[in-house]
């Protein structure tokens, strides 16, 4: 077997998965957007376009995850330190961080509407504690900015061990010497954060971010528990169009936005976080 042949016939599974149930798929979706009966146009678009929770949709969707997705990325960073700098313990640290990555989106959301709903264990504990003299309605339909601030809770703390999990496993990768160095000349660990693990960190960072942003960008099952129908996103109003209003165009063309926004963010990280020597290439 010729050498130059055996990469990329260790490649060709992945290639076929990829074209099998990513590829495939999505060329489907394509045309079920592009096509409304037996016309070939943009009309399923200008439906999307033209319905009222649609810009609300498409901005809460980037908004939560402009506000989730540095949060996470920070404490991710400060967990990833404490988690690399312990010496005993330090497995079942990383393991209690880590628990939320084994709760579904769903009961992520059941319990986090079982903590903050009118009659839920946040107001009965404030009430006992006399902080309260009735139940408040965190999750009312009137309080929009209740409803953002509780699935914003509610992903940062299901979904932030995603990224712990990829920057430990980079940092572990770091050579101790440069650190080491960097501590006899003086830097402090702030400095030595900033000037040698950071930049250090920039391939698993890229991993870490991109993954977690489509990932919010992608959030249904934290919504849907918490927030109902009263804060549009985008994959929300994907299902609903697809399910409840049986317009699978409409919904592939939500699709297509999500995959759009997907790939554009994509793009600018690799950008963005790109080592000195993908800059040189």
């Known amino acids: 077997m010729p050498s130059r042949a055996l990469p990329y016939l260790l490649l060709a599974p992945a290639a076929l998965f990829l074209a099998a149930f990513f590829l495939y798929p999505a060329v489907q979706v394509a045309v079920i957007a592009f096509t409304r009966g037996d016309e070939v146009g ?40 404490i988690v690399t700098q312990m010496g005993r313990g330090r497995d079942l640290v990383l393991y209690v961080f880590t628990i939320p990555l084994g709760i579904s989106d769903l009961a992520a959301g059941i319990i986090w509407l079982a903590i903050l ?30 409803l953002f601030v509780a699935v914003a809770i509610a992903e940062i703390w299901r979904a932030t061990a995603i990224m712990l999990v990829i920057l430990v496993a980079g940092m572990g990768l770091i050579p101790k010497e440069y650190n080491e160095a960097a501590e006899v000349f003086g830097a402090s660990p702030w400095q030595r954060f900033v000037k040698v693990t950071l930049p250090l960190l920039k391939p698993s960072l890229q991993t870490a971010l991109i993954l977690r ?29 697809e399910f409840q209003l049986q317009d699978r165009g409409v919904a592939a063309s939500y699709a297509l936005v999500i995959l759009g926004i997907s790939i554009a963010s994509t793009l600018v990280f690799l950008w963005w976080l790109r080592t000195p020597e993908e800059a040189r290439a």
Request: hydrophobic share 60%; glycine share 8%.
């Open 42 to 81: 943009l009309a399923n678009f200008a439906r999307m376009a033209g319905h009222w929770k649609f810009d609300t949709a498409l901005w809460n969707t980037i908004l939560l995850a402009a506000v989730v997705v540095p949060l996470q990325l920070a404490l991710a960073l400060f967990m990833g330190q």
């Open 117 to 146: 709903e009118q009659n839920g264990f946040l107001n009965s504990f404030l009430y006992h504690l006399g902080l309260l003299d009735s139940p408040v309605a965190r999750l009312s339909y009137q309080n929009t900015l209740g």
């Open 213 to 241: 942003t489509i990932l919010a960008f992608e959030v249904f099952a934290v919504v849907a528990a918490l927030a109902g129908t009263s804060m549009p996103m985008l994959m929300g109003e994907t299902y609903a169009w």
